[in-house]
């Protein structure tokens, strides 16, 4: 069984900065893709930053230029970086993994991300 736990959230002002992490344990597997999501109260989950395991990125519209996703070690496979954040971002945001062999999908319970205007 695969498990991802995110990291990095918290009270942040209108403007700032944070960086989320996800961990992933478990069972041996292959990356097809990684990916941060985002649901605000009230909302739907929308799709914030996207990573394959070629390295081929995919953003939001609402975060080019101020996000970015990236790959780092194999315990820490993914992470966020996020630049200049609106009050509107105030969110839970979740760390999504899809592996191949078998074709799975997993998610991680969330981290909160509260912005302070």
């Known amino acids: 069984q695969v498990q991802l736990v995110e990291s990095g959230g918290g009270l942040v002002q209108a403007g700032g900065s944070l960086r989320l992490s996800c961990a992933v344990s478990g069972s041996s597997f292959k990356i097809r893709a990684m990916a941060w999501y985002r649901q605000a109260p009230g909302k739907q989950r929308d799709l914030v930053a996207a990573?394959?395991?070629?390295?081929?990125?995919n953003y939001a519209d609402s975060v080019k230029g101020r996000f970015t996703i990236s790959r780092d070690n194999a315990k820490n496979p993914v992470s966020l970086q996020m630049s200049d954040l609106p009050p509107e971002h105030t969110a839970v945001y979740y760390c999504?993994?899809?592996?191949?062999?078998?074709?799975?999908?997993?998610w991680g319970p969330g981290t909160q991300v509260t912005l302070s205007s």
């Open positions: 990573i394959t395991d070629g390295g081929s990125t």
């Open positions: 999504y993994l899809a592996t191949r062999f078998p074709s799975r999908d997993y």
